[in-house]
């Protein structure tokens, strides 16, 4: 039986939940220190002028050596508005962004999460639900330091800024005539592309590694 750590992540890119279904035993890490420019705050998805990140804004004060449990989400600023008109934007001639849409308002609408962390976890937890993969997780005990024992550590691996090691085959997107196929985007642009048809376009992807 094979294991793996994973951050969390805000609706995190293909490459994640792609590793996330090749495992048995998954643990999402709620023990690390925060680390900026990673998909712990933000994702990427192409719109009409290309690749896109949408981030987080989380509040300044004690982020050195800061839990990812005590990362606090910064309402001061309208970033849902702003996000969610991108996406919809992006995603509203998709085929089945309408049908999806609904699922998400109350992550762009309302203002009851305050933590960073349990904002991405729901919004996860409600992603595994529409793709109908009903894997489970556990969340580590305390921070897990990874020698050679046979677990998979993808906190530091599935980075914006690094290659994916996953094989994606194109399927459609909104903006292909515009920009060719763009791998490994976040898990919302396969499931408004595709469907009901996204879980198995999923287990078809294979590790390079």
């Known amino acids: 039986m094979n294991s793996a750590i994973f951050s969390t992540a805000y609706l995190p890119p293909l490459e994640y939940l792609s590793a996330f279904l090749r495992t048995d035993k998954v643990y999402i890490e709620q023990h690390e220190n925060y680390i900026k420019q990673t998909f712990r705050n933000r994702c990427v998805i192409p719109t ?16 050195h050596n800061c839990s990812i449990r005590q990362i606090q989400i910064d309402y001061s600023v309208p970033w849902q508005r702003t ?3 991108t996406i919809e934007t992006a995603y509203n001639i998709s085929p089945f962004f309408l049908y999806y849409r609904d699922y998400f ?4 609408t309302k203002q009851n999460l305050n933590y960073l962390f349990e904002y991405n976890m729901q919004l996860f937890d409600l992603v595994l639900k529409l793709f109908g993969i009903e894997k489970q997780y556990a969340m580590t005990s305390k921070y897990i330091v990874v ?5 998979n550590d993808f906190r530091q691996t599935i980075q914006p800024k690094q290659k994916a090691t996953t094989i994606f085959s194109p399927y459609r997107q909104v903006f292909s005539n515009r920009h060719g196929f763009i791998p490994n985007m976040s898990c919302i642009d ?3 592309n595709e469907g009901k048809y996204a879980k198995e376009y999923l287990y078809k992807t294979k590790s390079e590694k």
């Not at 020698?147 to 677990?151: F, H, L, S, W």
């Open 147 to 151: 020698t050679d024992n046979g677990i």
């Open 105 to 108: 308002n109350d992550f762009y």
């Open 83 to 85: 996000h969610w008109r």
């Open 48 to 63: 009409a002028n290309g690749q896109l990140p949408l981030s987080i804004p989380i509040k300044k004060g004690g982020l």
């Open 190 to 192: 396969l499931l408004f």
